[in-house]
């Protein structure tokens, strides 16, 4: 990786609120020309997911959803909403621990995190939900060709989304679906500033962009599109599954 001593990152603060059918790319620049935003080679959009989620068409609503005899009784237990419990359900490949209120599973893109993705905030009407989109891969790299159709500029898309984190208190931002760039940075075989060979080392320089993004974006700021400038290393090419660890080398499932 390139030295990196300085990024800019920007928030764009008069983007719509976004329905379905809504062209995230046309919006993005169409605020970014408002304020003035110029475009550079290899800069970073960092869209939240609940935008490409709901461009997509990726809601529902809870008053449509008939609960199972499961989710009705961890709901009566917790005094959860058991149309909440069973779309989660519904939406988990996987149920990696579910008790004391709460739901921690895999979903069928391989992410394991709370819900499997599905949340409430930030979505006009009382019942609706959101889910995650069917390959933020796919919809970071149709986002980004726009982009870079737009602009002539050579850039990179991450959709970013929060997720919870074994040991620690607190939500942080990490990519669940990357263009453009690669999510990984592997220092393996190169040596440290006293020429110990590293043998571990690999940066996930796509969730610390996502992260970095997050402070400007804030759950209730309505600014869900942050650009990096000023970020050269990892080029390339990648997707955000590629941050997902093997289960064969997962001890913690």
Same mark, same amino acid.
């Given at each position: +990786?390139?030295? @990196?001593?300085?990024?800019?990152? $920007?928030?764009?603060? $008069?983007?719509?609120?976004?329905?379905?059918?809504?062209?995230?790319?046309?919006?993005?620049?169409?605020?970014?020309?408002?304020?003035?935003?110029?475009?550079?080679?290899?800069?970073?959009?960092?869209?939240?997911?609940?935008?490409?989620?709901? $461009?997509?068409?990726?809601?529902?609503?809870?008053?449509?959803?008939?609960? =199972?005899?499961?989710?009705?009784?961890?709901?009566?237990?917790?005094?959860?909403?058991?149309?909440?419990?069973?779309?989660?359900?519904?939406? *988990?490949?996987?149920?990696?621990? +579910?008790?004391?209120?709460?739901? @921690?599973?895999?979903?069928?893109?391989?992410? @394991?995190?709370?819900?499997?993705?599905?949340?409430?905030? #930030?979505?006009?009407?009382?019942?609706?939900?959101?889910?995650?989109?069917?390959?933020?891969? $796919?919809?970071?790299?149709?986002?980004?060709?726009?982009? +870079?159709?737009?602009?002539?500029?050579?850039?990179?898309?991450?959709? *970013?989304?929060?997720?919870?984190?074994?040991?620690?208190?607190?939500?942080?931002?990490?990519?669940?679906?990357?263009?453009?760039?690669?999510?990984?940075?592997?220092?393996?075989?190169?040596?440290?500033?006293?020429?110990?060979?590293? #043998?571990?080392?690999?940066?996930?320089?796509?969730?610390?962009? =996502?992260?970095?993004?997050?402070?400007? +974006?804030?759950?209730?700021?309505?600014?869900?599109?942050?650009?990096?400038?000023?970020?050269?290393?990892?080029?390339?090419?990648?997707?955000?599954?590629?941050?997902?660890?093997?289960?064969?080398?997962?001890?913690?499932?």
């Amino acid at each position: +990786m390139d030295t @990196i001593l300085k990024l800019s990152l $920007t928030a764009l603060e $008069t983007l719509p609120e976004f329905q379905p059918g809504d062209d995230v790319s046309q919006e993005i620049l169409a605020a970014a020309s408002r304020e003035g935003l110029s475009w550079k080679d290899h800069a970073v959009v960092v869209i939240a997911q609940k935008v490409v989620s709901k $461009t997509e068409g990726k809601t529902v609503d809870l008053g449509t959803i008939e609960p =199972s005899h499961r989710a009705r009784r961890f709901a009566e237990e917790f005094d959860k909403d058991p149309q909440l419990v069973e779309l989660v359900l519904q939406q *988990s490949r996987r149920i990696v621990r +579910m008790e004391q209120g709460v739901i @921690i599973s895999e979903t069928r893109h391989g992410f @394991i995190c709370a819900n499997a993705g599905v949340d409430r905030s #930030n979505i006009t009407g009382e019942r609706m939900a959101t889910l995650l989109p069917e390959n933020p891969d $796919t919809s970071a790299q149709r986002i980004r060709e726009k982009l +870079m159709g737009a602009t002539g500029v050579d850039c990179a898309v991450i959709i *970013s989304d929060s997720f919870g984190r074994p040991w620690r208190v607190g939500q942080v931002d990490v990519a669940i679906g990357v263009a453009g760039i690669a999510p990984l940075e592997d220092y393996c075989g190169r040596v440290d500033r006293h020429g110990r060979e590293l #043998n571990a080392t690999c940066i996930a320089v796509a969730d610390e962009l =996502s992260a970095a993004a997050g402070l400007l +974006m804030q759950k209730d700021a309505g600014r869900p599109v942050v650009v990096v400038d000023g970020f050269t290393g990892s080029g390339g090419s990648g997707r955000a599954v590629d941050l997902l660890r093997e289960p064969g080398k997962d001890l913690f499932r």
